[in-house]
């Protein structure tokens, strides 16, 4: 969380600048990326090994390697300027109230969800790499209907039309 404000700054500095067929274009973008993610979680799923899963280990990293890689990671980037950032300008024109909603609604989810796996897996793995299976397989579920969506939001608004 540490470094994801400077990079919504960056990512909505520059959105907000763009024509807004071209945020719509991002949304379809970011709809089909999600749906690569999908099909990515789909095929760690399929090809799941047991025997490597449960020899994997964690490593632990401080707060500011971890806020480090994020800053040099591309994930954010995409993430914020295919997905999020046009749904949190759409959001926040519509009234300031939707903008923030959505960002206390994302980090609040991701926060309860994060301390929620950790409180799963982090003390013990009595529960074994056959729930990582299921997890992994339930988000590419996930994933590809987040994708639909966004597919769906950046075409229900027929952006090709405006290109021509």
Known sequence: MLSDGPIIALVLLVLSRMPGWLVQVLQSAGGAFLLYLAAGAHKTWRDFDVTKAAQTRSSRQTVLKAAMVNLLNPSPYIIWSLVLGPLLLKGWRET???????????YTTMI??????MG???????????????????SSI???CFGIYELWLGAGTQWWSRIQ
């Open 96 to 106: 300031p109230v939707n903008g923030i909603a959505l960002l206390v609604g994302f």
């Open 112 to 117: 309860l969800v994060s301390l929620g796996i």
């Open 120 to 138: 799963l897996f982090a003390p013990d793995r009595n529960l074994g790499p056959r729930v990582s299976r299921v997890l992994v397989g339930v």
């Open 142 to 144: 996930a994933l590809a």
